[in-house]
C-alpha cells in the first residue's frame, strides 16, 4: 500500500498546511460553484498539488474496491491488458493499478491528460514509486492503439464530456472499460446513458449491474440513484486536512462501471443467490434489513433482505456493519415474505 506521507513528500510544488487549506477551498469552489471553466485548476500548480495531496490519496481505494469485487480471472485479464489511464490527473488510477497488480510481471501504463502539469506531477509519483514499470505519459491519444486494453476513466467523464467520452471509447476500443466517478444524481443520468450504450455495442457488465440486458429499476425511482458509498478511515494527516476544509471522505458516494467486451459467464456458485448491496435500512440486535439490486426472472428489481444476526457469527456481524455500499452479497434464502425476503449470507 501507498503511503500518504510517500506521496505528500513527492507533491511539487510543497504547500504549508494554511496554503493546502486555501488551495483545496479553491479547488472545491471549481468544481462545484464555477463550473464554467472546469479545467482552469488543471493549468495552476498550485490547485495541481492541493488536488494531488486530497483527492489523489482519497479516490485511489476506490480502484482496490473495485478490483476486489471482480472475479480473479477478470482481474489477471486486466493486469495482463495494455491499463490506459484517460485523464489520468496526478496519475491517481495508475498508481492504484501499478499498486493492486504489484505481484504481476510486464504491467503496461499509459497515462493520459491534457494538462502538462498534472503529466509533470503524475511522472514524479510514477517513476518514483514503480521506477522499473513501463509507463508512457502522453498528452492525447495515438491514432492506433493495438492489443487487448483497458480503458478507464476516472473523475473526468464530466469534464471530457459525454460525446467526445464515446468517441474515445471508439477509438481505443477496449476489451475492459472502468468507470469512476463521484456518486452524484448527474453522474447517474450520464452513466445510465454509457450503459444503454455499451449493452448495444456488445459488451457484458461485470459491475455493478448483474442483468445488463434489464432496465436499471433505479431509473424510475424520483430522489435515488444508483451509487456506492465506501466507508474509509483515512491517515490521521489526511482525516486532519479533511476536518479543516470540511469535506467528508469517510463515506465516499461513488459511481463505477466495468464492462467486458463480448459475452460474460459468471464462475460463481449457481446453488446461491447474488445480488448488490444498495442501501441499509435498519442494524436492529436481531439483524440488519438492507434494499440490494438483484434479477428475478431476468429483470432487475430493487428488493428488501433481512439477515438475522442468529445466523451469523461476531465476526460476520461486525464485517457486515462495516461493509461497503455498492458490494455484492451472496445467499441462501430462508423464507420469502410479502415485503422482504429473509436470507442467510454464503460468504
Ligand atoms: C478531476 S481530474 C481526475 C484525475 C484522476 N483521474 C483522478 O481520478 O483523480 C480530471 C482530469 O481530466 C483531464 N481532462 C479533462 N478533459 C480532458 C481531455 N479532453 N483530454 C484529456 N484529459 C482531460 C484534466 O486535465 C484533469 O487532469
Redesign the pocket.
Known amino acids: 500500500m501507498i503511503e500518504i506521507s510517500t506521496i505528500w513528500n513527492l507533491i511539487c510544488p510543497r504547500l504549508t498546511e494554511s496554503e493546502l487549506v486555501k488551495n483545496l477551498n479553491e479547488l472545491s469552489m471549481q ?1 462545484t460553484v464555477r463550473r464554467g471553466d ?2 482552469r ?2 493549468q495552476d500548480e498550485k490547485l ?1 498539488a492541493a ?1 494531488s495531496a486530497f ?2 490519496p482519497t ?2 481505494p476506490k480502484f482496490k474496491f473495485l478490483m476486489d469485487q471482480l472475479e480473479p480471472k477478470i482481474r489477471e485479464q486486466i493486469s495482463q491488458s495494455h491499463f490506459w ?9 495508475s498508481l492504484a493499478y501499478l499498486d493492486y497488480f504489484s505481484r504481476a510481471d510486464d504491467l503496461k501504463v499509459t497515462l ?4 502538462k502539469l ?2 509533470s506531477q503524475a511522472r514524479l509519483f510514477l517513476s518514483s514509486l514503480f521506477p522499473k514499470r513501463m509507463v508512457k505519459y502522453l ?2 491519444l495515438p491514432k492506433e492503439i493495438q492489443g487487448k486494453k483497458t480503458l ?5 467523464f ?4 459525454y460525446q ?1 467520452a464515446i468517441e ?1 471509447i471508439r477509438q481505443v476500443d477496449p476489451d475492459y472499460l472502468i468507470m ?1 466517478e463521484p456518486g452524484t444524481k448527474e453522474v447517474f443520468s450520464y452513466i445510465n446513458d454509457l450503459r444503454i450504450y455499451m449493452r448495444e455495442h456488445g459488451y457484458a457488465c461485470l459491475y455493478p449491474c448483474l442483468n445488463l440486458h434489464s432496465d436499471c429499476p433505479m431509473t424510475s425511482r424520483l430522489s435515488d440513484w444508483c451509487h456506492g458509498v465506501m466507508r474509509m478511515v483515512h491517515d490521521p494527516d489526511l482525516e486532519r486536512l479533511s476536518q479543516l476544509i470540511k469535506k467528508d471522505r469517510r463515506n465516499m458516494p461513488f459511481i463505477a462501471h466495468v464492462y467486458q467486451k463480448g459475452s460474460w459467464q459468471s464462475d460463481s456458485d449457481k446453488g446461491t443467490e447474488q445480488a448488490r448491496l444498495v442501501r441499509f435500512l435498519n442494524n436492529s440486535k436481531f439483524g440488519f434489513e438492507v434494499e440490494v439490486c438483484l434479477c428475478k426472472e431476468n429483470d432487475l428489481v430493487i428488493e428488501k433482505i433481512q439477515l438475522l444476526k442468529k445466523d451469523m457469527t461476531k465476526e460476520e456481524i461486525k464485517k457486515f456493519e462495516n461493509i461497503n455500499v455498492g458490494s455484492k452479497l451472496t445467499f441462501t434464502v430462508i423464507k420469502k415474505f410479502d415485503d422482504f425476503i429473509r436470507v442467510k449470507l454464503s460468504c
Open positions: 468544481f472546469l479545467d485548476y488543471t495541481v488536488y483527492y489523489l479516490n485511489m489511464d484517460f485523464g489520468s490527473g496526478p496519475g491517481t488510477f493520459v491528460d491534457s494538462s498534472m503529466l498528452d492525447k478507464l476513466f476516472g473523475h473526468s464530466n469534464e471530457i464530456g467526445r474515445i469512476i
